[in-house]
């Protein structure tokens, strides 16, 4: 019988709610026990898939094609398991099967209410993930306690606990201990009044998680478990570390793995972190460092390229190195020309995206990187415009470009394929999620993958334009990846250049701390070298 805890937020928002969840995740499976983790966000759009990125971040595909939260890319790193459509909730998802429902006649002319159906609804969502293998399963609720959005989140999870049974069932809240400097003291007033606004709605926290740059001594500790009504051993500290790997580690040494186990009643082996540890010495421990662009739209935004700057920092730390991630915007790249804005970088790489504005500027990146000999990695649009540049410079096809960007372009090499449509599951017109591709022998994709046929994870629309294949491949571009049928072109990289590859599929999703992903290690790999680094393999524990 699957355990249930639930991971709330109180106080302020951004407070690492979903790192939380990761680690609690992490460290259950340490000791032998079967997870999933979960997120249920109380915004009323659909899922992630048409947000901003200025407002969301990253949407995280999953191996199902599910669009979903950034903090679903948190649990699959943390954890090693991947995550499906039914680990992202959202209220908008909720209400939309309610009210499809109601419009079916399926609760008979009956009203419809907040209580029960939705709160019905969000329990039946928290049980869609319980398989007879899963242990525990670990649901972070969106927002802070005390707002509007997430009273019924909260409502239903009253209602669960009594309906799965109290030892069943773990509540955690993440709350702020804020230190006032002037006063020298921290201030655990908040935490209890976050409590309180718990307490109204009936939920009674059994562990709290506080976030605090000061630590927390054993008086304050007392203080927080006398208020709060939790044992004092459940009083986790929660302090800024340098990185967030360090975090799981940092509960462990509070024994918060435990105190969960004792209060659920689970029987789990011990604790083995080996791995992990291993994995934030070397990241302290690092004697090299490589300077990479990511060329982009939202170069101010980190966590609209946040799987990318994991997986390439999981490549660094294979390496026994430190990345320094330099954010540069493709627009920049037109203004001031990619001669002047790219000097003295170690690599290059050029992410997805969508729309026109920004790829007069990558395009010009990836010039650059082809023509000096720079490390490239193309993802997605990122690989649309390495074919775009091919064809204009190396093919002489002047006004060679996407139908995305201009639908009358004379040389359309990207484009959307209508017979495509016939055979794959596009998903509202995109093709989402794990599809196959076969590599070539010989290639360097073939030597970073060590195998024939890999799965990868996809988020797009438009593709390479076959009726070009042969003209490209006689130009020297290597069709190094392509679906199994031989349809679709999924890698392409370039002979003469030392290591210049470009994917139609988003590799970062499938980045892990202790398993990089092997296309950002081989760039990492090339780009140390090039820059006059030993990179003699150094793997990690598995």
Not at 233 to 249: F, G, H, Q, R
Not at 457 to 471: S, T
């Amino acid at each position: 019988m699957a355990k249930f805890i639930f991971v709330t937020g109180g106080v302020v928002s951004s407070l690492g709610k979903g790192i939380a969840a990761s680690s609690i995740g992490l460290l259950l499976k340490s000791r032998g026990l079967h997870v999933v983790n979960q997120k249920f966000d109380p915004y009323l759009n659909v899922d992630p898939g048409t947000m901003n990125p200025y407002q969301h971040g990253e949407v995280f595909v999953t191996d199902d094609g599910a669009e979903t939260d950034l903090d679903l890319g948190h649990y699959e790193r943390f954890t090693g398991i991947n995550t499906s459509r039914n680990c992202n909730y959202t209220s908008g998802q909720i209400y939309d099967t309610i009210i499809k429902k109601e419009r079916r006649g399926d609760y008979l002319g009956g009203t419809v209410q907040v209580v029960p159906h939705v709160t019905t609804e969000i329990c039946n969502s928290i049980r869609s993930v319980v398989t007879p293998q899963i242990d525990v399963v670990i649901s972070e609720i969106g927002g802070t306690v005390g707002d509007i959005e997430s009273l019924p989140y909260l409502e239903a999870l009253r209602q669960f606990r009594i309906q799965e049974g109290r030892n069943n069932v773990l509540f955690i809240h993440v709350t702020l201990i804020p230190y006032l400097h002037k006063a020298g003291e921290v201030k655990t007033k908040p935490t209890q009044h976050s409590v309180g606004r718990l307490r109204e709605i009936g939920i009674i926290p059994d562990i709290l998680i506080c976030r605090t740059e000061k630590h927390l001594d054993k008086d304050v500790r007392k203080k927080i478990s006398l208020f709060c009504n939790v044992d004092e051993e459940a009083v986790i500290e929660s302090m800024d570390m340098p990185n967030i790997y360090e975090v799981p580690l940092d509960y462990a040494a509070q024994e918060l793995d435990s105190v969960i186990i004792d209060v659920l009643g689970l029987r789990a082996s011990r604790r083995n972190l080996k791995p992990w540890r291993e994995y934030a010495e070397r990241v302290l421990n690092a004697d090299k460092e490589v300077k990479i662009a990511i060329v982009g739209k939202y170069s101010e935004l980190p966590d609209a390229y946040k799987s990318i700057h994991e997986a390439l920092n999981h490549a660094a730390v294979f390496h026994n190195a430190r990345v320094n991630i330099i954010s540069i915007s493709a627009e920049e790249i037109e203004k001031s020309g990619a001669e002047t804005v790219l000097k003295n970088i170690g690599a290059i790489l050029v992410p997805g995206g969508f729309g026109s504005r920004g790829t007069e500027g990558k395009i010009a990146a990836i010039q650059f990187a082809r023509e000096n000999d720079v490390p490239f990695l193309g993802i997605c649009l990122g690989m649309h415009m390495a074919v775009i540049e091919f064809a204009r410079n190396v093919l002489k096809l002047a006004d060679a470009n996407s139908t995305e960007i201009n639908p009358k372009t004379s040389h359309p090499v990207i484009h959307l394929m209508e017979e495509q449509k016939k055979v794959l599951n596009l998903g509202a017109s995109m093709r989402l999620g794990a599809y196959p591709c076969a590599l070539k022998k010989g290639t360097l994709a073939y030597k970073g993958y060590a195998k024939e046929i890999i799965s990868e994870r996809h988020r797009h629309r438009y593709e390479f334009n076959n009726d070009y294949r042969d003209c490209f491949e006689k130009g020297g571009m290597i069709i190094s990846g392509q679906s199994p049928d031989g349809i679709l072109v999924e890698m392409i990289e370039l002979q003469d250049h030392p290591w210049f590859i470009a994917s139609q599929f988003h590799p970062e999703f499938k980045s892990r701390p202790i398993d990089p992903h092997p296309l950002f290690r081989d760039f990492l790999g090339i780009s140390l070298k090039l820059n006059g680094y030993d990179t003699k393999e150094s793997r990690l524990t598995k």
